[in-house]
C-alpha cells in the first residue's frame, strides 16, 4: 500500500465509483419523487460524518495509512455534498430555465442562482477543511478538497462560457433547468487557461512526489496526483468527441417507461 502505483490506481477507482455511486443513488431516487430524494440525502449523512472524523482524525497523522483516510474523508465530503446538489435538496434559488437571448450579465446572475446555495456549502465545508488541516504536518486530506473545489469551480466557468460537448443525460429531474444556462461552442479562453493551471498542478504534485523524504508523503502526493490528473482529463473530456459516458450508463438503473397510446392498447 506504501507504492505510489497502487495509491494512483486506487485515486483512479475511488473516482470512478464514487461518482457511479452517487448517480446511481440520485437516479434511483428521481424515479422515484422529490420526497425519495431528500431520503437518500438525509441516509448519506453518515457519509458527511465520516468524511469530517476522518480530516480531524488525520491532522497530526504522518503514516501512509493517514494518507490514505485523509484522501477518503474529503472524498466523503465532497460525495455527500454532490449528491445533495444533484438530488435538488441543495442547489439555489433559481429553479426556472434561462430564456433564450438573455443578456450576458443576466444568464450569469441566473445561473449563479441555480447554484448559489451549492456552491456557499462548498466555501464552507473548504474552510473546516482548511481548519482542520491548520499546522497539520501533511495536510493531504485538505488538498484533496482544494483539487476538487477548484477543479469543479473551473469546469463550471467553463460550461458557463462555452464548451464543445456537455453531459446533460445524467442530470436528474431537479436540475433539468441546469442546461438552458450554459452554451456548446468552441473553447474558449477561459478553457485554455483552466488545463494549463491543472497542468502546473499535477506538475507540482509530481515534483513532490519524486522528492518525496517518506512513504507516507509518496503516497498522499500520488493521491493528489492522480486526483488533479483526473480533472485535467474531466476537462478534456469537455472539448474532445469521446464517449466517456460509458464509463457509469451501464451500472444506472434505466429510466422509468413513460406509457403510450400504444402501450396502453396492448401493441
Known sequence: MASPWIAAAIAVFAWWFSTGAILVAVRW????????????VILGLPLLAFGLWGLATTRHDTTVAAAYLGFAAALSVWGWIEMAFLSGI???????????????????????????????????????????AAEAPH?????????LFLARVSAKLNLFFGVRKIHTEFLPKPLRHLPSHFRIRQTTWPFALSVTLITLALGCWLERLHAAASPAEAVGFSLLAAITALALLEHWLMALPLPDERLWRWMLPKPAKTLTQEDAHGL
Open 29 to 40: 431516487a428521481d424515479q422515484r419523487g422529490r420526497q425519495a430524494h431528500r431520503r437518500t
Open 139 to 147: 495536510g493531504f486530506g485538505f488538498w484533496t478538497f482544494i483539487v
Open 90 to 132: 441543495i442547489t439555489g434559488p433559481n429553479r426556472r430555465d434561462c430564456p433564450p437571448g438573455a443578456p450576458e450579465w443576466e444568464r450569469f446572475v441566473r445561473a449563479w442562482g441555480t447554484i448559489a446555495y451549492h456552491e456557499i456549502l462548498l466555501i464552507a465545508a473548504t474552510v473546516v477543511a482548511a481548519l482542520a
